[in-house]
């Protein structure tokens, strides 16, 4: 892989990285969460509701 690809794969995943940590400081100011384990809570309830409605409706079985 040239140096190139290394660095532009490195520029998307900061650029990742950033905006997930933004939307979690959005997300714990108005929810008022502290502790580490109630952000990943958050963030996860934020990230994959369509996924949970969708095991919700039955559509489709996650393993555990």
Request: hydrophobic content about 35%.
């Amino acid at each position: 892989m040239s140096s190139n690809r290394i660095g532009s794969a490195r520029s998307a995943q900061r650029d990742v990285c950033e905006r997930l940590s933004k939307r979690l400081d959005e997300l714990t100011a108005r929810e008022g969460m502290r502790n580490n384990a109630e952000k990943i809570a958050l963030l996860r309830k934020a990230f994959f509701a369509d996924i949970d409605e969708l095991e919700k409706s039955g559509k489709i079985k996650l393993p555990r």
